[in-house]
């Protein structure tokens, strides 16, 4: 059964811009991406809005709906009353297009800098082999399908534009996780971690992994562990004690460090 939806979509682009009031027919079952190409149909045909696969598997539909960032096409419109007026707006995060479109390029920056997989030399036999077990522990996050919610969401940068270049954000503490725990990489990432990604300025409140629509459970299973290793490394009193006596760490530059 169709009905009347009241919508209100931000318009505008980076010199800035104002929500628009719209009603929408829609229909039963349908998502928020369902009335938006609607929207664009009848009334806004210029209306930017980025989507490619409509299953909530390639991440391109990010957007805030009501102020929580999500899915347009995982969220469903039975999700809220008839007679309740949706409000559509882009990521706040990063810097706006035009209309829901934002410039995510921040993300493909903090990915260049990562530190890449480095394999130990093969078994004699030419193969390199691995327990399943092992295989499983990061299999969770190849999940992400970087739609970057849970970097939109973190307050380190959400509040804090200046603190982006010294902050990757919870989608790359995800990935140095998953590098660091992957059973054949020989390469130590706490110090890049620490330094170039600016793992200790999250203060792990979970909102991450609140918006995470793969459910990867992103400050449990990459964050904490990660910051673990980093204390191990820098606090832990025995290697302060061999650091005195010449027992020294070298992190992943090759530098010696106490």
Sequence with gaps: MGYELKMRVWRGDQSGGDLGDYTVEVSEGEVVLDALHRLQA????????RWNCKAGKCGSCSAEINGRPRLLCMTRLSDFEPTETITVTPMRSFPVIRDLVTDVSYNYEKARELPGVELGPRDPDGKRRMMQVDVERGQEFRKCIECF??????HVVRDHEDNKPAFAGPRFFLRYAELDMHPLDTRDRRSAARETAGLGMCNI??????VCPEGIRITDNAIIPMKERIVDR??????????????RNKDDDGRTEA
């Design 234 to 247: 820098k606090y832990d009193p025995l290697v302060w004690l061999g650091a005195k006596i010449g027992l």
């Design 205 to 210: 409140t979970k909102c991450c992994t609140e």
């Design 42 to 49: 009848t009334q806004a045909g210029d209306l930017a809005v």
């Design 149 to 154: 919610l849970c970097q939109n969401t973190c």
